[in-house]
C-alpha cells in the first residue's frame, strides 16, 4: 500500500496543480463541492474515455445511451425510491449538528460541541434531490435528479432492444451525473452531493448469472489494474446476506485502503429481474425478451457493475502518488520528489517542450516543436523558472516525457527526452521523436 500520502498532501497537490478546486471558493466555498481544473478535467476525462472504449465501443455485446438527469417521478416510485431511498438521520438537540445515525456511537459526545446525550431519535432521511418542473411549486409538479443511472437503462431496455437488434446476453452503458443530498459528506471526492458514474446493466438468462457474475467481476479487476492501482491496497468484500440491498441476490463490494481507512470504491451487483419486473408492473408495459432461437419469453436478469467516476480519480491519484530522493547534482546531493506516476494513457500531459532558456534561438525551435508533437498527444509548454524546478513541475503533474531543447540542438538537430519514473535521458533526434514517442505512448 501507498503509505506516504496523506489526504492532506493530495488535496494540496490537487489544488495547486489544477487537478481539483474548492467550489464557489472566492465565496467562501459549498460544502463538499469541488470543482476540476484544468489538469483534472483531462485526467477524469481520459479515465472516463478509457473505462467507454474497454467496455462499451471495443465489445460487440455492449451499447451505451445518454439518459436525461429527471426522468418521470413515477420511475422513482417504481423502483422504490421515493418510498425507501432513505438514510437514518439523527440530530444534537444543543447545536443541531446532523449525523447519519448508523455512523456515529448515539450514546458518545457530539463531535460538534462536545455534548453527551443530546441526539434525537433516528428518523428516515431521503437523499434524493427535489425540484419542482412547470411554473407551480406544487405536489403536481414536484420531480426529482436522478439519485443513480440504472433506472434510465431499465426503463429505455425495450427501445434499445428493438433500435439496436442486440440479442441477450448484451449490455447497456451510461456515464453520467447523479445527486445524492448526503448527511455527511467528505474526504474530499470521495463523497459528495453530486458526482459522475460510469455503469451497465448487463442483461442475461437467469441460468447464467454466476459465470456472467465471475466474468464482470475478473473484468473490473483488470480495470483496477489499468488504473495503476495495486492489489493489496485492495479488499473484496462478499455481502451477506441480510446486509444486501434489498434488490440484490449477490454483492461484491470493492474496497480501497484510503488514508481515511477502508471504504467502498466500486460495486458489483446480481440484481436477478427485479428492476424490469417492477417496471412492467407498474408501467403495464410488456418488458420481455423472446429469445429468437428457442422462441422462450422471459425477463432478463440482470448484473450490474457500477463504477464511481470521482473515486476513480481518486484512487488513481492515491496510487500515483510517491515521494522519493532524487539526486539535484553530480555530486550525488539529492532533495525530496513528488512524482504522480500515472498510467501514461491517463496522464493529462504526455509530454512537455521545456527549452532551457527563453532566448529567441530555443523558442523559435521549441514552439513549433511543441505544435507539432501536440497533434497526435497532449503536450505541455513551459519556460519559466529553472529546467530542474520544471522537471518537479512536471513530475508532480504525472507527465511522462519531457523534451528539453538546448544550444546543442541548433546544431546537432537533437533534444534530451528525460522519462519520469526513471529520470533516465535520452538524445534523440528530432526527426525520430514521433516514432520514439509512438513505440512508448501506444494505446
Known sequence: M??????????ALAKSRGFVFPGSDIYGGLANSWDYGPLGVELKKNIVDAWWKRFVSSRRDMVG???????????????????????????????HER???DQIDLNAACQKCGNKGTFTDPAAFNMMLKTWLGPKEDASAVAYFRPETAQAMFVDFPQVLQSSRKRVPFGIAQVGKAFRNEITPGNFIFRTREFNLMEFEYFIHPSEWEKWFEYWLEEMKAWLRFLGVKDDELVFHEIEDGERAHYSKRTVDIEYYYPFGLKELYGLAYRTDFDLKLHMESSG????YTDPQTNEKYLPHVIEPAFGVDRSVLVTLLSAYHEEEAPTSEEGETDKRVVLKLPKALAPFKIAV????????LAVVA???????????ATDYDETQSIG??????????TPYCVTVDFDTLTDQAV???????????????DDLEVYFSERLAG
Open 389 to 398: 524546478k520544471r522537471y518537479r513541475r512536471q513530475d508532480e503533474i504525472g
Open 2 to 11: 501507498n503509505t506516504n500520502v496523506t489526504m492532506e498532501k493530495l488535496v
Open 285 to 288: 408495459k410488456d418488458l420481455r
Open 416 to 430: 534530451t527526452v528525460r522519462d519520469r519514473d526513471t529520470m533516465k535521458q535520452d538524445r534523440v533526434k528530432i
Open 354 to 361: 521545456l527549452p532551457l532558456s527563453k532566448k529567441d534561438e
Open 367 to 377: 514552439g513549433p516543436l511543441a505544435d507539432r508533437l501536440r497533434q497526435r498527444w
Open 65 to 95: 445511451i445518454d439518459a436525461a438527469l429527471v426522468m418521470n417521478p413515477k420511475v422513482w416510485e417504481a423502483s422504490g425510491h421515493v418510498a425507501t431511498f432513505t438514510d437514518p438521520l439523527v440530530e444534537c438537540k444543543t447545536c
Open 99 to 101: 449525523y447519519r445515525a
